[in-house]
Protein backbone atom coordinates (compact mmCIF):
# COMPACT_ATOMS: atom_id res chain seq x y z
CA UNK A 1 0.00 0.00 0.00
CA UNK A 2 1.49 3.36 -1.32
CA UNK A 3 1.44 5.91 1.48
CA UNK A 4 -0.95 9.19 1.49
CA UNK A 5 0.32 11.89 -0.28
CA UNK A 6 -0.19 15.19 0.19
CA UNK A 7 1.25 17.86 -1.50
CA UNK A 8 1.17 21.77 -0.81
CA UNK A 9 1.62 25.09 -3.61
CA UNK A 10 1.69 28.12 -1.61
CA UNK A 11 0.99 30.02 -4.92
CA UNK A 12 -0.70 29.02 -8.76
CA UNK A 13 1.83 28.94 -11.08
CA UNK A 14 4.53 27.35 -8.95
CA UNK A 15 6.68 24.58 -10.54
CA UNK A 16 7.31 22.88 -7.68
CA UNK A 17 5.28 21.27 -4.68
CA UNK A 18 6.37 19.53 -1.90
CA UNK A 19 5.96 16.12 -1.05
CA UNK A 20 6.52 14.00 1.86
CA UNK A 21 9.58 11.94 1.42
CA UNK A 22 9.82 8.10 -0.53
CA UNK A 23 7.48 9.72 -3.15
CA UNK A 24 8.55 11.68 -6.42
CA UNK A 25 7.39 14.98 -7.26
CA UNK A 26 3.80 16.27 -8.22
CA UNK A 27 3.56 19.51 -9.19
CA UNK A 28 0.51 21.05 -9.86
CA UNK A 29 1.22 23.80 -11.91
CA UNK A 30 -1.17 27.17 -13.85
CA UNK A 31 -3.66 26.80 -11.65
CA UNK A 32 -6.46 28.73 -12.59
CA UNK A 33 -9.98 30.26 -12.38
CA UNK A 34 -11.96 32.51 -15.04
CA UNK A 35 -13.44 34.85 -13.29
CA UNK A 36 -17.12 34.89 -13.18
CA UNK A 37 -20.23 37.49 -12.62
CA UNK A 38 -20.89 38.34 -8.94
CA UNK A 39 -23.92 35.74 -8.21
CA UNK A 40 -22.70 32.86 -10.56
CA UNK A 41 -24.17 29.39 -9.68
CA UNK A 42 -20.92 27.63 -11.10
CA UNK A 43 -17.17 28.45 -12.29
CA UNK A 44 -15.02 26.44 -13.91
CA UNK A 45 -11.20 25.29 -12.99
CA UNK A 46 -8.13 24.60 -15.14
CA UNK A 47 -5.10 23.19 -14.22
CA UNK A 48 -1.50 21.03 -15.46
CA UNK A 49 -0.95 18.06 -13.19
CA UNK A 50 2.90 17.22 -13.52
CA UNK A 51 3.17 13.28 -12.64
CA UNK A 52 7.20 13.34 -11.37
CA UNK A 53 6.43 10.09 -9.21
CA UNK A 54 6.78 6.83 -10.48
CA UNK A 55 2.81 5.52 -9.68
CA UNK A 56 0.05 6.43 -12.38
CA UNK A 57 -1.79 9.47 -11.24
CA UNK A 58 -5.68 8.52 -11.26
CA UNK A 59 -7.90 11.39 -9.67
CA UNK A 60 -11.76 10.70 -9.51
CA UNK A 61 -12.72 13.80 -7.14
CA UNK A 62 -11.46 16.83 -6.03
CA UNK A 63 -12.68 18.99 -3.17
CA UNK A 64 -12.05 22.56 -2.00
CA UNK A 65 -14.17 24.33 1.21
CA UNK A 66 -15.09 27.32 -0.64
CA UNK A 67 -17.75 25.56 -3.49
CA UNK A 68 -20.60 23.67 -2.80
CA UNK A 69 -20.10 20.95 -4.75
CA UNK A 70 -17.33 19.80 -7.43
CA UNK A 71 -17.26 17.56 -10.67
CA UNK A 72 -14.80 16.82 -13.12
CA UNK A 73 -15.73 17.46 -16.56
CA UNK A 74 -15.04 16.85 -20.24
CA UNK A 75 -16.59 19.62 -22.68
CA UNK A 76 -17.22 17.80 -25.91
CA UNK A 77 -18.27 19.50 -28.97
CA UNK A 78 -20.85 17.33 -31.09
CA UNK A 79 -22.33 18.87 -34.43
CA UNK A 80 -21.36 22.02 -33.59
CA UNK A 81 -22.87 22.28 -30.00
CA UNK A 82 -20.78 21.87 -26.86
CA UNK A 83 -22.18 19.69 -24.20
CA UNK A 84 -19.99 18.63 -20.63
CA UNK A 85 -19.40 14.74 -19.86
CA UNK A 86 -19.50 14.32 -16.01
CA UNK A 87 -17.68 11.70 -13.88
CA UNK A 88 -14.50 12.36 -15.91
CA UNK A 89 -10.89 11.19 -14.46
CA UNK A 90 -7.70 13.21 -14.63
CA UNK A 91 -4.92 10.56 -15.48
CA UNK A 92 -1.21 10.94 -15.82
CA UNK A 93 1.21 8.40 -16.14
CA UNK A 94 4.58 8.34 -13.99
CA UNK A 95 6.43 11.20 -15.85
CA UNK A 96 3.35 12.68 -17.77
CA UNK A 97 1.41 15.61 -17.66
CA UNK A 98 -2.55 15.62 -17.52
CA UNK A 99 -4.40 19.49 -18.61
CA UNK A 100 -6.99 21.07 -17.42
CA UNK A 101 -8.25 23.88 -19.94
CA UNK A 102 -10.41 25.82 -21.31
CA UNK A 103 -12.92 23.79 -24.35
CA UNK A 104 -11.26 20.82 -22.25
CA UNK A 105 -11.54 18.89 -18.94
CA UNK A 106 -12.02 21.11 -16.46
CA UNK A 107 -12.76 21.06 -12.56
CA UNK A 108 -17.28 21.87 -12.40
CA UNK A 109 -17.33 24.49 -9.15
CA UNK A 110 -20.87 24.31 -7.76
CA UNK A 111 -22.39 27.32 -6.01
CA UNK A 112 -19.33 29.65 -4.45
CA UNK A 113 -19.38 30.09 -0.99
CA UNK A 114 -18.04 33.38 -1.05
CA UNK A 115 -16.93 36.02 -3.65
CA UNK A 116 -14.28 34.88 -5.94
CA UNK A 117 -12.71 38.23 -7.14
CA UNK A 118 -9.63 38.42 -9.59
CA UNK A 119 -6.52 38.27 -7.22
CA UNK A 120 -7.80 36.18 -5.11
CA UNK A 121 -6.82 32.45 -4.42
CA UNK A 122 -9.03 29.39 -3.28
CA UNK A 123 -7.55 25.64 -2.42
CA UNK A 124 -8.78 22.98 -4.48
CA UNK A 125 -7.59 19.31 -2.91
CA UNK A 126 -7.63 16.63 -6.11
CA UNK A 127 -8.10 13.10 -4.75
CA UNK A 128 -6.22 10.34 -6.69
CA UNK A 129 -6.37 7.52 -4.87
CA UNK A 130 -3.99 7.37 -1.83
CA UNK A 131 -2.63 10.66 -3.06
CA UNK A 132 -4.47 14.07 -2.35
CA UNK A 133 -2.52 17.07 -4.56
CA UNK A 134 -3.68 20.48 -3.18
CA UNK A 135 -3.16 23.33 -5.29
CA UNK A 136 -3.75 26.91 -4.93
CA UNK A 137 -6.11 28.37 -7.62
CA UNK A 138 -5.84 32.18 -8.57
CA UNK A 139 -8.97 33.66 -10.05
CA UNK A 140 -8.54 35.79 -13.06
CA UNK A 141 -10.04 37.61 -15.55
CA UNK A 142 -10.76 34.72 -18.45
CA UNK A 143 -8.21 34.21 -21.16
CU1 LIG B 1 -18.46 21.44 -16.69
Given at each position: MKAKVVCLLA?????LAACSAGEGIVAVEDAWIPAAPPGAGVMAGYLTLRNGSAGALRCERASGADFGAIEIHRTLIEDGQSRMLRDQVIEAAPGATASLAPGGMH??????QRELKPGDTTALTLHCGETNVAASFRIQEPR
Open positions: FAGLALMLFRP
